[in-house]
């Protein structure tokens, strides 16, 4: 048998991007039987120091990291980039084939979800210009681009690079921001990192997200989504397919390929809706105000006299808000919020569903069996054996309509 080829990954894979490419790395080899005998740094991170005297037969790289391209450029062993495209094509590197994700289509995906949500008023939340950032600045023209074709102002924010030390001024300058906007108003954030700290700071501002600001993210982060306390609507990236491309490319250069030329953009694969950026227009300032709250704390067991206060108006008042506005009382829409949670939840077969019941705001696991039961026609196990084969979900015709039967 033939010794498998040594392959080296430069990527660094505490970003869910790059993880992402590296998976599908590993699907390609997976599907093909391809031998690659692979490494990476015990760490996980990406470093050239030494990558020159790499006995090795092979790389697959991120170009978004200048130092990686500059270093790895003109070697002579096989090597295929992937990164972000470019507007301008004499941009990639020469001489290297490269696959990219096609950063207008991802903010395009984003956009018209806003526009479809009748927003007019739209904004991008990016980084700061840096060598490493040329992504993000990629995204943030096609952004401006697309506002300018539609004779619309785009308005740009970047703020600060994140660190421990200045979070708390970053943070209120966000904040700042934020107040200052037009609303109602669409953001599209640069990545779901970048989202969730627009996120924190919406609540630090108290500015109701999506009443008043809806966001959308980029990348589809599960841990991004986990430390949000409202779910963030996040553009998926076809980060899998560029890494199986990409392997796909090196293999055909081993076997004598030349493909020095190519450049394969890969395009986005959708988008995840949720409550960040379902943007419903109200006329009631109180109950734009009480969802708010709601989406924030209906799973730490809040009640309709906690919403009322928070709103600065009486229960009654509220109700009689709630009514005319959603059709619903305060106490359905907290429970609607609780049972939409839990069906997330439950897509992932690695939670339990006692964990589910408790971090979804349910008293109990029995109330929660009670509720799929009455509002879904399933029991939550049911439900989550259908979510994770792919099949059709349950769903409520008119979402928690008898909710005031149970308590919360």
Known sequence: MPSPHRIALLFNANKVYDRHVLTGIGQYLTSTRVEWDLFMEEDFRSRTVGIHHWRGDGIIA????????????GMSLPVV????????SANYPGGIP???????????????HLIDQGLQRFA??????????????????AFLDMTRADHLEGMVFRGSPTSAGGWGVAQE??????????KPIGIIAVTDARARHLLQACI???????AEIAVVGIDNDPMAQL???????????????MGHTAARLLHQMLHGGCLSQQRIIVPPKGINVQASSRHVPMNNPHVMRALHYVRQYACLGIKTDQVADYVGVSRTLLEENFKRELKLTVHQAILQHKLQTAQRMLADAAVPLADVAVRSGFTSLQYMYAVFRR?????????????QAGEPAPEAPNPVSAADRAAI
Do not use: H
């Open 98 to 112: 490269y696959v990219a994700t096609d950063n207008a289509k991802l903010v395009r995906l984003a956009y018209d």
């Open 62 to 73: 991120d170009f978004d990291d200048p130092v990686v391209g500059e270093t790895l450029c």
């Open 124 to 141: 991008f939340y990016g980084l700061p210009p840096m060598p490493g950032n040329r992504w993000a600045m990629e995204r943030e023209q």
């Open 375 to 387: 509002e879904l026609g399933c029991t939550p196990r049911q439900y989550a054996e259908a979510v």
């Open 173 to 182: 300058a966000i904040a700042e921001w934020v107040r200052a906007l037009p």
């Open 227 to 241: 430390l949000s306390r409202i779910p963030l609507t996040s553009v998926i990236q076809g980060a899998e397919e």
């Open 81 to 88: 980039a992937v990164g972000g495209s470019y507007a301008d």
């Open 204 to 210: 630090v501002a108290d500015v109701p997200v999506p």
